[in-house]
């Protein structure tokens, strides 16, 4: 009987693929907003609107500018990346993205 469970656990588990992280490219971003410290709104080229929920609240973000810590590549990937707040020096982490607008939309 354990081993059915544990094979049925296995079969599930390679069943269900891994959701990969959503990356943009750093090149491909118009601009970045955020007004309270908890959401940040990018504008792409292609004309996408994407948010993302910034893991924890990142407060100096809304007054101050930042840069991105992307050693080694040209992508911000959700759950990954971190960015520096230039003045304070406060480290944000990105979290999920969510497509406000698709770049088909009007």
């Known amino acids: 009987m354990k081993t059915i469970i544990a094979a049925m656990a296995l079969a599930a588990a390679m069943a ?3 959701s990969a992280n959503m990356c943009v490219r750093v090149h491909d971003i ?8 908890k959401l940040m709104t990018f504008k792409m080229k292609d004309g996408r609107i ?3 929920h ?9 007054y101050e500018g930042f840069a991105w810590n992307v050693p080694g590549t040209e992508d911000i990937c959700e ?7 230039l003045r304070s020096g406060q480290i944000c982490v990105l979290g999920k993205f969510d497509v406000i607008r698709d770049r088909r939309a009007p």
């Not at 118009?30 to 410290?37: A, H, I, L, N, R």
């Not at 759950?79 to 707040?85: E, W």
């Open 30 to 37: 118009v601009s970045t907003e955020s007004k309270d410290g």
């Open 79 to 85: 759950n990954q990346q971190s960015l520096k707040v």
């Open 16 to 18: 269900s693929p891994a």
């Open 50 to 52: 994407l948010v993302n």
């Open 54 to 62: 910034l893991q924890g609240i990142c407060s100096d973000l809304r």
